[in-house]
């Protein structure tokens, strides 16, 4: 008897569930039914996570700097992944207008735009196609091993994959560089030539990580004069954030000396693009990005002092100052809208642990005082001893000198005091343009002695000569090619219009000063420095 109320209670559980399955399916169904197409739920987000290789988890908060060390040691690793993204609402919009932005801009996704871009058209002129040296191994800033493999379990764990278990988790048809996060393809792909190639199938990703990659550490960095913060992703790439101080058509008090000037997130975006449009690719790529304060920062600081710094104003919005040598206090707090804010996101150079760089003080660097002026400022002749000091009395490192002076006359930027370099490449390598937080300040005013090293030396490389005269004619135009560039980013509009006309006059008078190099010399060649070899 007992078997029998037992067969038939399981009978009836049986029956009960399957019941229960057939009416959840059965809701399911008129569910989808009833949802308009348009309105229906898409996983593309998850696609995309799964595209871009990065799993679903929690993940895993290291010391940046040993996971940069790590990473470009081993070329492999795990660690937790993409959780709920932390964006504020509407953000995931804001990312994919971005997108779109970037890809338009290299002509992946709209060839009706690209065909009738002028930033387009100039990447095809001849003078932006110039071959560079051939690139071997020891001009390479990282010779890799091609059989690592960079990888991140969705399991959580910290441990590091070697490259026989890395094997196993190749996609058929890939190749190790295929598993590097766009960062990480950046940094090896940096030569004693140029910090990334003129045709870069790597930017719209690196550019679009930077805008939309989710931030799971921020931290203040040390040194500086101003605030400004690391913030790490989830697959170990790392940005240097600056915020926002000023609004876009704020120009810099007359009052104000350089030096104790205000650094722009929108000119450290700006001076990316233009960098790009004159050929000289020295500056590490930046992007836009409006950032919640109170998720991105504030909840997820290790820095105990940054994280005392936080506070909510009497307008209700969250505010912090952190610490530095200038306007971090509370009269000069950063505050979001309510807790959003802006800034510029740019990718961090490899960590010098593992890429050591050299820093030098530029000979046209100015005096920092209120009073005294420097050296170069009082004697017109200073060029000439300059020419004779070690690294400028040789090779090509003088004319790069003057290649960045033109890029921040043509910014406004007169706080240049030094540049760095590659040590791995010696003197016979590219300058680095970093720090341009000070451009664009003014667009009313034009600073000539920021042309000092031009007009002393009246020297400068040939290519750079005939590239300035080409972005000084139209379809070309520089203002022009610059507003297309910006329009791209997560920000835009990214500068106010007076400034991009500020451009074109300011070329003028660039374009100027050689000539008047060019109608005191014997012959151009003492100006114009071939560097064009036989190409021309």
Not at 59 to 86: C, H, T, V, W, Y
Not at 145 to 167: I, Q, R, T
Not at 379 to 406: F, K, S
Not at 454 to 480: E, F, M
Request: with cysteine.
């Amino acid at each position: 008897m007992r078997c029998r109320l037992q067969t038939l209670l399981q009978r009836k559980f049986k029956i009960s569930l399957l019941f229960i399955l057939l009416l959840a399916l059965l809701v399911h169904l008129a569910m989808d039914l009833a949802l308009p197409a348009a309105r229906r739920p898409c996983g593309c987000h998850a696609k995309a996570q799964e595209a871009s290789g990065v799993p679903s988890g929690s993940p895993m908060l290291a010391s940046p700097k040993k996971l940069s060390l790590r990473i470009l040691q081993d070329f492999s690793g795990s660690n937790g992944s993409l959780e709920k993204s932390s964006q504020p609402p509407g953000a995931g919009l804001q990312a994919r207008a971005g997108e779109m932005g970037v890809q338009r801009r290299h002509g992946d996704s709209d060839p009706g735009r690209t065909k009738g871009s002028k930033l387009a058209a100039l990447f095809e002129h001849p003078l932006y196609n110039i071959p560079i040296l051939e690139v071997t191994e020891k001009d390479k800033l990282f010779v890799v091993n091609p059989m690592e493999k960079f990888s991140l379990h969705s399991s959580g764990s910290d441990e590091w994959v070697s490259s026989s278990k890395a094997e196993a988790l190749l996609p058929t048809g890939k190749t190790a560089y295929d598993t590097y996060p766009a960062w990480l393809k950046f940094h090896v792909g940096i030569n004693r030539y140029e910090l990334y190639p003129r045709r870069d199938p790597l930017m719209p990703t690196l550019l679009q990580d930077l805008a939309t990659q989710r931030i799971v550490s921020s931290v203040q960095k040390s040194g500086g004069t101003q605030l400004k913060l690391i913030m790490t992703f989830p697959n170990y790439g790392q940005a240097l954030f600056k915020p926002m101080k000023q609004t876009r058509d704020q120009e810099t008090p007359v009052d104000f000396f350089y030096f104790s000037d205000f650094e722009r997130h929108n000119a450290e975006i700006a001076a990316f693009h233009l960098d790009r449009i004159l050929d000289f690719r020295r500056i590490p790529p930046v992007s836009g990005r409006l950032v919640n304060i109170t998720k991105e920062i504030r909840d997820i600081t290790t820095d105990k002092k940054l994280a005392k710094t936080f506070f909510i104003s009497p307008a209700g919005n969250v505010c912090f100052y952190g610490e530095c040598s200038y306007y971090c206090s509370t009269e000069h707090a950063l505050c979001g809208k309510p807790d959003r804010l802006e800034g510029s996101m740019a990718a961090l150079l490899p960590d010098k642990t593992l890429a050591k760089r050299r820093s030098w003080r530029s000979p046209w660097r100015r005096s920092y005082h209120k009073s005294k002026k420097a050296e170069w400022e009082l004697n017109p002749n200073y060029c000439a001893q300059v020419r004779e000091t070690p690294p400028y009395d040789r090779g090509h490192r003088l004319l790069d000198l003057i290649d960045m002076a033109i890029l921040d006359f043509l910014m406004g930027n007169m706080d240049r005091h030094h540049y760095e370099t590659f040590e791995k490449f010696g003197n016979d390598t590219f300058l680095l343009h970093l720090d341009n937080g000070r451009g664009f300040g003014t667009h009313s005013r034009d600073e000539l002695s920021i042309l000092a090293p031009l007009r002393q030396c009246c020297s400068l490389k040939k290519s750079t000569y005939l590239r300035l005269r080409l972005l000084a004619t139209q379809p070309y135009l520089l203002s022009d090619l610059l507003r297309e560039a910006l329009a791209t980013d997560p920000l835009a509009p990214v500068l106010a219009e007076p400034h991009l006309r500020a451009l074109d006059r300011r070329l003028g008078m660039v374009l100027a000063a050689v000539g008047r190099c060019l109608a005191g010399a014997a012959h151009p060649d003492e100006v114009l420095v071939d560097d064009m070899g036989s190409w021309v």
